[in-house]
């Protein structure tokens, strides 16, 4: 969800982009010839003091490597209520910041600039996976932007409560039936202790539902050519549904307490009052810093049943109309900034530094096994200072569980698919079959707009 991950002191963006991706080889020295100037995005706002230092640091960096080369920052990232109008209106900056829901609505719009026979000057981008450029690229392969960074959704637990509970904090639950068996054990720690939380409330119901919908292999929306249609109506809906109302009355594992939002269950896991609950490694980071959290205690694992999780993350495009120059300036910076391993160590000791968590089994855009996954992984092994055996579980299969994306139109999605989890959650005869019958005809309207 998009403001999760933003949301975050350390955001898993200022974790990847600062850790897992800044830097460029000398390839790109010849990339742009010629005194050129492009406006980028993403520059911190003076809230975020740490992570805007960093950014200008970069850029005087950067413009002393290239000298021909000026970047000017502007504040922002993709804020949905206005970057329709910059569009529309010519103001939006030469390089763009953009989440992986909107790359295909703009080259389907021809709204940003073909940079696929650019790429070849700039050999880095050979190592990005695939599926992330794909992303980024039209039906004929053609790129219009690269990926900075992602992450997915695994299970967030709590290793000392699994201890008092008598379950093993290595091997958490791999299955949806395992959570449930879990669940009722920790609960029945009593002392307010709930053995697993879950959202319903502020479109967060709704995109948990989703997660754990792909999880069962299963699907929110499907495209049917330039069309979008509803397709959890279906057993597996129905069986992600049906787990949460046994679970919460039939069990009692979920607790009294409903209609949470993404803060609760972070403050129950920071006052060890939650077993379980399905979040990101960014949700560890902000446990620890908003509520006084120790990574210690806490673990990762894999998202039950593993047939899919739903991932997210974001990346750079560039503006319709950029001249040759321009585009190959955009990917000169790109490379110094999001794309490029040999930078790993300086901004991975920059992190250690300042106090951010290194070691986080966060998913990164580079093929696994590959050179820039290798210096990814060797330099953070270095520099490590979270305990990252407690995150075994989730990076053991991070690479086998496949990646799906948010539905087209996600929050309008989401606030639909809240009520379903309200009412089961809320309403011991809640009908599902009714809910998801409902919720189906209300998407369908919604994805109705999605083009």
Not at 73 to 89: H, I, N, R, V, Y
Not at 102 to 130: C, H, M, W
Not at 175 to 184: I, M, P
Request: hydrophobic share 35%; with cysteine.
């Amino acid at each position: 969800m998009r403001r999760r991950l933003l949301a975050t002191t350390f955001a898993l963006g200022a974790l990847l982009l600062s850790s897992a991706c800044s830097g460029s080889g000398d390839s790109t020295e010849e990339a742009a010839t010629g005194p050129v100037t492009i406006t980028v995005n993403g520059l911190p706002p003076d809230t975020d003091p740490v992570n805007r230092k960093n950014f200008e640091e970069d850029v005087t960096k950067f413009m002393d490597k290239y000298p021909d080369i000026k970047i000017e920052a502007k504040e922002g990232m993709m804020d949905p209520q206005t970057f329709s109008a910059k569009l529309a209106g010519g103001q939006l900056e030469d390089v763009f910041y953009v989440y992986f829901t909107d790359p295909q609505a703009l080259i389907r719009k021809r709204q940003v600039s073909d940079i696929s026979k650019y790429l070849g000057e700039f050999p880095n981008t050979k190592d990005l996976k695939p599926e992330l450029l794909r992303i980024f690229s039209d039906e004929s392969g053609h790129a219009y932007g690269l990926p900075s960074q992602n992450y997915s959704m695994g299970l967030v637990y709590n290793r000392e409560l699994f201890k008092k509970a008598g379950l093993d904090p290595a091997t958490p639950p791999r299955t949806w039936a395992e959570v449930r068996e879990a669940a009722k054990k920790i609960n029945a720690l009593g002392g307010g202790v709930v053995g697993y939380g879950d959202y319903s409330k502020n479109n967060t119901g709704g995109w948990h539902f989703t997660a754990e919908t792909y999880s069962l292999g299963g699907d929110v929306a499907t495209q049917d050519g330039e069309t979008w249609k509803a397709a959890f109506n279906t057993a597996t809906g129905k069986q992600v549904l049906q787990q949460l109302k046994d679970m919460r009355w039939t069990d009692n594992s979920m607790g009294q307490k409903q209609l949470l939002e993404y803060s609760d269950l972070l403050q129950m896991m920071g006052s060890n009052k939650l077993g379980m609950y399905l979040g990101t490694g960014s949700d560890i980071v902000n446990i620890v810093n908003q509520y006084k959290g120790k990574f210690d205690t806490y673990g990762l694992g894999s998202i039950p049943d593993g047939k899919g999780t739903l991932g997210g993350g974001d990346g750079y495009m560039f503006k319709a109309g950029l001249s040759p120059a321009k585009i190959k300036a955009g990917l000169t910076w790109l490379s110094y900034k999001t794309v490029a391993p040999d930078r790993i160590a300086e901004s991975l000791g920059r992190a250690n530094k300042n106090k951010e968590p290194v070691g986080l089994p966060q998913p990164n855009i580079w093929v696994a096994g590959s050179p820039s996954d290798k210096t990814l992984v060797a330099e953070r092994d270095k520099l490590k200072n979270v305990p990252v055996e407690n995150f075994a579980p989730f990076a053991a299969t991070e690479t086998s569980i496949p990646l799906k994306l948010e539905p087209p139109l996600a929050q309008q999605v989401y606030a639909v698919l809240d009520v379903p989890m309200q009412k089961v959650l809320t309403d011991r005869n809640a009908d599902i079959d009714k809910l998801l019958a409902d919720a189906e005809a209300q998407v369908n309207g919604v994805l109705g707009a999605a083009k």
